[in-house]
């Protein structure tokens, strides 16, 4: 029952489009520098102070404190559930020099030429003004220091066996994402929207997340099969028309035959940006 968004009036809401279900968390609390920031770990030395921008859970947060201390580490997320989740794994870990905050990513609570490094993963493409959060991720970098980003590019997701019911998933997935004000294959757009914001001296990369071992397959598989019923992702699909509650469970069945096939793969590719604030 997917439609065309374009058909629809949609008014820009910066809504995510994932939600905070428990199916999602289980997902980004996998997520480290190793697995998620490889291109921004040789920057992350002692002593360098940190924003990282849409933290979430903050396990890469965490992460990152770890390998910079004694320097400073903020984590900002505009849910405030989702920051204290953060801030007790902050406390769990014995982390001095990090803290978390309740922000808004296009009016920072902090004072020009604050951080050595902004980071931000998976999170420009759950804006409707990315540039613009762009920009205020340079107002708070010192002069010379580094932004790093990385998003996912849709577009280029592909898996094993070719199951229908993941093809819809991935058609309702972009129609949700930008019903929302997001921009699902944003990997593509990162360098675009970095220069657009003023940063220089920027360096591309890229990298994939591979779920292809039997582990990997039931976590992640189960975790969207979970989404696709119960999550802020099914709820914005029902309620902007893409897709009704019996064809979600039929994305949620495939999910659940591809997690199970011994043959299953799926690849997501990644854009990723180094990028400095002028001196």
Known sequence: MSTDPQEKEIAPRDQYTHGHHESVLRSHTWRTVENSAAYLA???????????????????????????????????????????????????????????????????????????????????????????????????????????????????????????????????????????????????MLKSWVRAAGFTDVECSASVWCFASDAEREWWGESWAVRATESAFAAHAIEAGMADLEELRAISSAWREWKVDADGWMQMPHGEVLARKPE
């Open 42 to 188: 040789p920057h992350l030395v002692p002593g360098v102070s940190v924003l990282d921008l849409g933290c979430g859970p903050g396990t890469i947060t965490v992460d990152i404190a770890r390998r910079v201390s004694p320097g400073r580490v903020v984590g900002v997320d505009v849910a405030p559930e989702i920051v204290a989740q953060a801030r007790g794994l902050g406390i769990d870990n014995a982390l001095a020099n990090a803290d978390f905050l309740v922000a808004d990513a296009y009016a920072l609570p902090f004072d020009d030429g604050t951080f050595d490094v902004v980071h931000a993963h998976q999170t420009l493409q759950h804006l409707v003004r990315p540039v613009d959060a762009l920009s205020e991720a340079l107002r708070v970098l010192k002069p010379g220091g580094l932004l790093a980003v990385r998003d996912v590019d849709y577009g280029g997701v592909t898996w094993f066996p070719a199951l229908s019911g993941l093809t819809e998933w991935l058609s309702v997935y972009h129609d949700v994402a930008r019903y929302n004000g997001g921009e699902p294959d944003a990997a593509r």
